[in-house]
T-cell receptor
Framework: EDQVTQSPEALRLQEGESSSLNCSYT??????LFWYRQDPGKGPEFLFT???AGEEKEKERLKATLTKKESFLHITAPKPEDSATYLC????????????FGAGTQVVVTP | DVKVTQSSRYLVKRTGEKVFLECVQD?????MFWYRQDPGLGLRLIYF???????EKGDIPEGYSVSREKKERFSLILESASTNQTSMYLC?????????FGPGTRLTVT
């Protein structure tokens, strides 16, 4: 059975304190791995797609990487506005466009 | 920019009412999706559609139906609302792989 597990569940950072979020997956065949940011009471905002091991994507203070078993979302020198829940999702080769989401990591960045 | 809009941000309905949630996208995407999101349960797929008048059941379709008469519009219907359908409902559209979400509708059934 396909599984997506995110860790930690919650992360509290000081402003400027870099850290990484983990998304591990067990799937039959990976088509793509997606990262989203979600603010309270709002819909998820698309951040990145990673398709193959070794791929990296960057956007401002965020950098996503992918291996054959997991993905990391690195937050470099975070600011309070980076506080959000970060979701990862996988799409398998036989899922016909459907995404399977992890439970998310809630990040709080304090000044 | 991709724009996905949902008809209401907040909705309060009574048990037994028929409820319509509307979703519109302006990017000519083929695929559209309806999810619900609940604390501790994450995002769960209710229904999706990969073409006009086509629909497929997701993981939790019971108690819901959908309609896609036009490419840009995907409607979720609660035939007879129940209190366990109180939730955040999220619509998404997709050109192929990544999905773009609307702002969500917080539905409360009393």
């Amino acid at each position: 059975e396909d599984q997506v597990t995110q860790s930690p569940e919650a992360l509290r950072l000081q402003e400027g304190e870099s850290s990484s979020l983990n998304c591990s997956y067990t799937v039959s065949g990976l088509r793509g791995l997606f990262w989203y940011r979600q603010d309270p009471g709002k819909g998820p905002e698309f951040l990145f797609t990673l398709y193959s091991a070794g791929e990296e994507k960057e956007k401002e203070r965020l950098k996503a990487t992918l291996t054959k078993k997991e993905s990391f979302l690195h937050i470099t020198a975070p600011k309070p506005e980076d506080s959000a829940t970060y979701l990862c999702a996988v799409q398998t080769t036989d899922s016909w466009g459907k995404l399977q989401f992890g439970a998310g990591t809630q990040v709080v960045v304090t000044p | 920019d991709v724009k996905v809009t949902q008809s209401s941000r907040y909705l309060v309905k009574r048990t037994g009412e028929k409820v319509f949630l509307e979703c519109v996208q302006d990017m000519d995407h083929e695929n559209m999706f309806w999810y619900r999101q609940d604390p501790g349960l994450g995002l769960r797929l209710i229904y999706f559609s990969y073409d006009v008048k086509m629909k497929e059941k997701g993981d939790i379709p019971e108690g819901y139906s959908v309609s896609r008469e036009k490419k840009e519009r995907f409607s979720l219907i609660l035939e007879s609302a129940s209190t366990n359908q109180t939730s955040m409902y999220l619509c998404a559209s997709s050109p192929r792989y990544e999905q773009y979400f609307g702002p969500g509708t917080r539905l409360t059934v009393t």
